[in-house]
């Protein structure tokens, strides 16, 4: 099973929003979601501030702000 990683932050209404989405696709595409929240690391803020939320698989990153469920799917086949 691949994990996903998803940069958020507390209390952002789009990590949030990415976070539901992805839910349901979890069984189906049989990814885990690790969650890592970019303001326990000064690095990946200053990385990752305005993109939150990103999903990545590896260190590629599928998609940033809102869930790409094409790209999702892609990234999980050609992985």
């Known amino acids: 099973m691949t994990t996903l990683t998803l940069y958020h932050r507390e209390g952002c209404h789009l990590c949030d929003n990415m976070a539901d989405a992805l839910t349901p ?4 595409l049989r990814f885990t979601l690790a969650y ?3 303001d ?5 803020r200053q990385r990752f501030n305005e993109k939150i939320p990103v999903l990545m698989v590896g260190e ?3 998609c ?4 790409d469920e094409k ?4 990234a999980l086949t050609d992985g």
């Open 71 to 74: 790209a999702l799917r892609q």
């Open 25 to 28: 696709l979890a069984a189906e």
């Open 64 to 67: 940033c702000h809102f869930l």
């Open 36 to 38: 890592v929240d970019i």
């Open 60 to 62: 590629d990153v599928v």
């Open 40 to 44: 326990a690391d000064p690095e990946l």
